[in-house]
């Protein structure tokens, strides 16, 4: 009888275990997934190269296309562009948050102002083609230091400065630092009280230290490029964006990254600076004007403009109906005729005020 059983698996056979080998096996996945991870940062970090060098292309097109119109001064270590246009009494306009020089001359209003006025336009630290060095927070409070020592080197003693949005708050506090040189204030569609601001928080990344600068040299420029339009609707909301400004404002130059982190930065200081001016609104003694689109988007009415006003005794409202917060392009005429009101407003009220002081009695 033939034995078979060699012909069948011996299924009781141990198994060997290779402690070395199955630490190889344990490992394996371990190195593949490193590897993957690896691979992933790796292309993540050249992804984000390649917009860095993109935006950089991007940047020197821009500045290509719009090169910086006007002069350029030094004021305690920031380069300052700015724009003389006219003669006259002199006018100074200080855009809002985002913008440049190119704001006010785009609208007209600079062209309107500058047939009767000497008219000084400043970019704002870190905005258009000012600098802002890193060393030093920029407060609107310092930026209106800086405005005034910069308008000292231009010989301006008496002024009356206009100020949109935020520069509205640089405008008063220009004002309240030397209340000898601006004789008239021009606030603008201002955040002028500490108010819950929803798109603050969502404004802020591009501000943060080193997140910020990665945010602001790869994914925040292409970014802010393709939301320029709904930006621009929301700005101008509910009047259309005019043609002129498609046409003639340089948008290019506002999704650069040094423009990136001055506007997000000056955001985070909104809120800050409006509760410093709102215990300080009543030290204003010159002439106040205070100019408003009923249906600005941006900044409630009533909780701003219209609350200054009954707060600021002696100063004039005008509220443009049916025009949002990008005021000076959409009431240009209102504009240029309420500066120039207060411009002719100053010297009548100085006059009044001295013919009221009593004459010194004649000695005996």
């Known amino acids: 009888m033939t034995d078979h059983s060699t012909d069948r698996p011996n299924l009781a056979h141990p198994r060997i ?62 380069r300052l562009r700015y724009l003389d246009e006219g003669r006259g009494e002199v006018v100074v306009l200080v855009h809002g948050n985002g913008a440049l020089i190119e704001d006010m001359t785009s609208s007209g209003l600079v062209d309107a102002l500058s047939r009767s006025h000497r008219v000084l336009v400043l970019d704002r630290p870190g905005f258009g083609y000012s600098s802002r060095p890193r060393d030093r927070l920029f407060t609107p409070e310092r930026q209106a230091q800086v405005f005034n020592a910069a308008l000292d080197l231009l010989g301006v003693k008496r002024a009356v400065v206009y100020g949109h949005s935020l520069g509205a708050q640089v405008a008063a506090f220009m004002a309240l630092g030397r209340p000898d040189r601006v004789r008239g204030l021009v606030l603008a569609s201002g955040y002028y009280y500490p108010t819950a601001r929803a798109d ?92 408003v689109g009923d249906g600005d988007q941006l900044i409630d009415v009533d909780r701003h403009a219209r609350r200054l006003h009954r707060e600021l005794p002696g100063s004039r409202l005008v509220e443009i109906p049916g025009a949002g917060h990008m005021i000076h392009h959409l009431a240009l005429d209102e504009v240029a005729a309420l500066i120039e009101t207060v411009a002719d407003q100053e010297p009548v009220r100085r006059r009044a005020q001295a013919q009221a002081q009593p004459r010194p009695m004649a000695s005996l």
Request: proline letters at 12%.
């Open 17 to 78: 275990h290779d402690p070395a080998a199955d630490a190889v096996h344990r490992t394996l996945p371990r190195q593949r997934r490193s590897r993957t991870g690896a691979m992933l940062l790796g292309g993540a970090a050249a992804a984000l190269a390649g917009l860095a060098v993109y935006n950089l292309l991007q940047t020197r097109r821009a500045e290509r296309r719009h090169p910086p119109q006007g002069r350029f001064i030094n004021v305690d270590g920031v």
């Open 200 to 291: 603050v928080p969502f404004a802020l990344p591009p501000a943060i230290p080193v997140i910020g600068d990665v945010l602001r040299h790869t994914v925040a420029p292409p970014l802010t490029a393709a939301l320029l339009p709904r930006i621009y609707a929301k700005l101008f909301d509910p009047a259309p964006v005019p043609e002129h400004f498609w046409r003639r404002f340089p948008h290019a130059l506002v999704a650069r990254p040094l423009h990136l982190r001055a506007a997000a930065t000056d955001t985070g200081y909104l809120i800050p600076a409006a509760a410093d001016l709102r215990r300080r609104y009543r030290e204003l003694t010159m002439p106040v004007a205070i100019i």
